[in-house]
């Protein structure tokens, strides 16, 4: 065999590995993208699908908050002879409208129960259990000072409750980042008949409301 024969063959031999060589460096990157493209097909129907249950998730109780108000009385009037003490559960929704520099007036409800003492008239004392239910709104001014309203039954009369004071949003959520806020103030009620016969009175103490917002 000469030297142009030999060397023939050896360039077709380099020749025909480089090209085996090229075709599986193309079938790899051919399959590294497929497979890459397949993963960002993957994430992105991922992402979708967690984007849409979290509207879903929160598209139900977003913009609503309940709170619970624990409340120890101080005043009262004549027919009261022990301030009741007692909670109330206050559910605050989303509905509400703007009052400009103001703030923001939501509509809520309130539901409490609490017990105390009093005198019928008679120098007897009885015990004196007034539920309350209302529906009124709430305003809180700067995200600072609180004020709330409710017109509905107190005892077994028609009544009102109020509650106003400080707010600490500002701390609890812009500060701390919670979902929680807590309010510190002055709850007070009346009513135009406490028990079935009784008499027209009213009652007010230092409450503390813990907010959770969903």
């Known amino acids: 065999m000469n030297f142009k024969r030999l060397l023939v063959l050896i360039i077709s031999f380099?020749?025909?590995?480089?090209?085996?060589?090229?075709?599986?460096?193309?079938e790899e990157t051919v399959t590294d993208t497929t497979q890459e493209e397949s993963m960002d097909i993957d994430e992105s129907m991922e992402e979708e699908l967690l984007e849409y249950e979290e509207e879903e998730s929160a598209g139900a109780l977003d913009g609503f908050s309940a709170g619970l108000t624990g409340s120890v009385g101080f005043v009262n009037g004549e027919y009261i002879t022990n301030t009741p003490v007692g909670g109330s559960l206050i559910i605050t929704t989303p509905y509400g409208f703007d009052l400009g520099g103001l703030g923001r007036?939501?509509?809520?409800?309130?539901?409490?129960?609490?017990?105390?003492?009093?005198?019928?008239?008679?120098?007897?004392?009885?015990?004196?259990?007034?539920?309350?239910?209302?529906?009124?709104?709430?305003?809180?001014?700067?995200?600072?000072?609180?004020?709330?309203?409710?017109?509905?039954l107190v005892g077994k009369g028609t009544g009102l409750r109020g509650f106003a004071g400080i707010s600490l949003e500002r701390i609890m959520k812009k500060s701390l980042g919670l979902p929680v806020n807590i309010l510190v103030g002055g709850e007070g009620f009346i009513s135009t008949e406490l028990l079935e016969g009784g008499e027209k009175s009213y009652w007010g103490g230092l409450g503390v409301r813990l907010d959770y917002t969903f």
């Open 14 to 26: 380099v020749l025909s590995t480089w090209l085996i060589a090229q075709d599986d460096m193309m």
């Open 105 to 152: 007036f939501n509509v809520s409800l309130a539901f409490g129960g609490y017990s105390g003492q009093s005198d019928d008239g008679a120098g007897t004392v009885q015990d004196i259990n007034p539920s309350a239910f209302g529906v009124g709104g709430n305003l809180t001014l700067a995200k600072m000072i609180f004020a709330e309203g409710h017109a509905g």
